[in-house]
Every structure is written in structure tokens, then in C-alpha cells.
């Protein structure tokens, strides 16, 4: 049974920081965080593919880092000077066999910058 737990969520200031932290059942290569604001459509944050290239948006580059706890099977996304538009629902995801397609999805954590 595969299960993505997500952690670190919460309320911070502009400018602030928080780290978000996926914790995995199953080991996968290909992960990612996305994010959802209310009445807006979800998209990729930052994902991590085959070789450990990792890709962000354009939104968050420069701020926020993503890496991968191999030993402890974490997907890390560390999220420096945060804005109020990074207020969304953070959701982790993973793709059974590096296939193009996320079907499995943690249930998400909050995250709100005032």
C-alpha cells in the first residue's frame, strides 16, 4: 500500500520560510511537489526525475529547493522568502516507474504567507 505523508506546513510572514517534507512508503525516482491555491488550477512546483534532475517553476526558482532524504525515502522541499502568493494547498506526488504520470498523491499540507 503506498502512502506519501506530507509535513511542515503552516502560517509564516512574508519573507519567512518553511520546509515541507514527504515521507514515502515506496521508494520512487520520479517526485514532485505541486500546489493549489483556492479557485486556481494546481501546478508543478518543483520535481525531481530520472539522474535526480530536478525542475521548478519559474515562480519559486531561486526560492525554493528541492531534495531527497534517500536514506530516510523524504522528498524535502525547502521554501525560502515565501510570498503571499505562494498560499496554496502543497501536495507531493510520485510516479510508479518514472511513467510521466502522477498516480499517487499524498493528502497535502497548508501553507499560508500573510
Known amino acids: 500500500h503506498v502512502q506519501l505523508v506530507e509535513s511542515g506546513g503552516g502560517s509564516v510572514q512574508a519573507g519567512g520560510s518553511l520546509r515541507l517534507s514527504c515521507a514515502s512508503s515506496v521508494w520512487f525516482t520520479c517526485m514532485g511537489w505541486f500546489r493549489q491555491a483556492p479557485g486556481k488550477e494546481r501546478e508543478e512546483v518543483a520535481t525531481?526525475?530520472?539522474?535526480?534532475?530536478?525542475t521548478y517553476a519559474d515562480s519559486v526558482k531561486g526560492r525554493f529547493t528541492l531534495s531527497k532524504d534517500n536514506l530516510k525515502n523524504i522528498l524535502l522541499l525547502q521554501m525560502d522568502s515565501l510570498k503571499p502568493e505562494d498560499t496554496a494547498m502543497y501536495y507531493c506526488a510520485a510516479q510508479s516507474g518514472c511513467s510521466g504520470v502522477y498516480g499517487y498523491w499524498g493528502q497535502g499540507t497548508q501553507v499560508t504567507v500573510s
Open positions: 525531481r526525475g530520472t539522474q535526480g534532475r530536478i
